[in-house]
């Protein structure tokens, strides 16, 4: 990877799909889609693929206008952040659907396991060919995490969650593996239900992260978060789960701060792995003024030293309007600079 400022900036994953894209109103009436939702789409599918080229391109250069150090595809070629990598594996019934709790408690269509989940071929590598072909910055591409994709499906196959999980941990290291070989620099795995099913997470949850993580040498991060703003409205003030990730071998943590009023002490929990420090909220779509950012940033001085900090937003800025969101990565990028120049 070519070398980054002191607290680099970068998304947590997505950026917001233009509408001419995406019927945006639909997206956010309902939970993020864990099987297909190919309605969501305003292109015809004939076109689908040059339309979600443009508008990644798109993402890709208003992450380089607003400052941003580490630049992603935005996911926009997603219709949620697990449903691209989830349905494209092997062992899942896509037209008979299953039926799955969401994490705020609503029933909600998921895949249904009726055989041994495989991953038949890479999923992402084509996205992240793409992503490298379209800027000079370092990269980072987000997968799913095996233990999420196993809270996110119905097991009709597997003799327990457990076992369902470690099939999707396979699947995810060997895209994990082929995703650095096509020349990703960042490998983020997104796991929100560690943090929403704590329980099942300490019983086998974690030895799934291990196992897709297993024999990977770049590097890697985990994003534990609180679920979609925009969809999930109360937040706690302490995470459920993050402590448990002081022993796993990924390298960094993403957490979000800035909606919840995160007390920072659990920081001291994660021994030294870099933190990925969610300080924009996304609750809202108000631009915070960069001092607000750079205060949020600094609080975490006394914890973890910024050389172990990567600023980034709270979550996802999928639902958040256009206009807002390049708003908020320009406040994050100013924020940067403020403290860069403090510091040094």
Not at 28 to 41: D, M, N, S
């Amino acid at each position: 990877m070519s070398s980054l400022p002191l607290l680099p900036t970068s998304l947590v994953g997505s950026y917001a799909q233009p509408d001419w894209l995406i019927d945006r109103a639909r997206l956010a009436g309902r939970f993020p889609p864990r099987v297909r939702a190919r309605e969501l789409w305003r292109i015809p599918p004939e076109h689908l693929a040059q339309a979600q080229d443009d508008a990644t391109e798109l993402a890709v250069r208003a992450q380089e206008r607003a400052g941003l150090d580490i630049i992603t595809d935005g996911e926009i070629r997603r219709e949620s952040y697990s449903n691209h990598f989830a349905t494209a594996l092997e062992g899942l019934d896509l037209d008979r659907h299953g039926t799955a709790l969401d994490r705020s408690g609503h029933p909600n269509p998921v895949p249904r396991i009726a055989g041994p989940i495989r991953r038949p071929r890479p999923v992402e590598v084509d996205d992240l060919r793409f992503l490298r072909a379209h800027t000079d910055h370092p990269v980072k591409m987000t997968v799913p995490g095996p233990f999420t994709m196993s809270q996110q499906a119905q097991n009709d196959h597997y003799p327990d969650a457990e076992a369902a999980a470690m099939d999707y941990a396979a699947a995810v290291n060997a895209e994990i593996r082929d995703l650095f070989a096509a020349g990703a620099d960042i490998v983020q795995i997104d796991e929100p239900y560690m943090q929403a099913r704590p329980e099942a997470a300490r019983a086998y949850g974690l030895a799934a992260l291990n196992a897709a993580l297993d024999g990977v040498t770049g590097t890697t991060a985990v994003h534990i978060c609180f679920g979609y703003a925009a969809i999930i409205h109360e937040r706690p003030e302490a995470y459920s789960f993050l402590p448990e990730l002081a022993g796993c071998p990924v390298r960094q943590v993403s957490i979000e701060t800035a909606q919840s009023g995160l007390d920072l002490g659990m920081l001291s929990d994660l021994g030294d792995k870099t933190i990925i420090l969610g300080v924009i909220d996304l609750s809202t779509p108000d631009v915070e003024p960069v001092e607000v950012v750079a205060e949020r940033v600094s609080r975490a001085f006394d914890r973890v030293p910024p050389e172990r900090i990567v600023i980034a937003t709270d979550c996802g800025m999928k639902y958040l309007p256009r206009a807002s969101a390049e708003g908020k990565m320009r406040a994050m990028a100013g924020a940067a600079r403020l403290l860069r120049t403090k510091i040094m």
